[in-house]
């Protein structure tokens, strides 16, 4: 059975940091595609990162640059994204998702081109 799990949301305050993971079962991750994606109350999905099959294309959306790493252990089948520098605007629910093809890399934020999805986990930022 495919599958993916995330994990690693939580409650913290400002500034702080928090690393998500996403576990895969049933299929290797190494071949597809990784993007994380949030949705906030009230607001559309958004494409926060993703991280190409062969682990040599990232993109970041602007809005977590330079705070926000994507990375995989393919020894594990999982992929993680390590959020630092927390803002309030930053909670979401968070999911993974993996695509065997997305076509040009400027496809790689938008979600109806993947095809595997997690459950999502939620991250919350407050003071």
């Known amino acids: 059975q495919v599958q993916l799990v995330e994990s690693g949301g939580d409650w913290v305050q400002p500034g702080g940091s928090l690393r998500l993971s996403c576990a895969a079962s049933?299929?290797?991750?190494?071949?597809?595609?990784i993007g994380w994606f949030r949705r906030a109350p009230g607001k559309e999905r958004e494409g926060v990162s993703c991280l190409s099959s062969r682990d040599d294309d990232t993109y970041y959306a602007d809005s977590v640059k330079g705070r926000f790493t994507i990375s995989r252990d393919n020894t594990r089948n999982t992929v993680y994204l390590q959020m630092n520098s927390l803002k309030p605007e930053d909670t979401a629910v968070y999911y993974c998702a993996a695509a065997r093809k997305i076509g040009s890399w400027s496809n790689c934020p938008v979600w109806w081109r993947y095809i595997h999805w997690g459950q999502g986990t939620q991250v919350t930022v407050s003071s």
């Open positions: 049933g299929f290797t991750l190494d071949s597809y595609t």
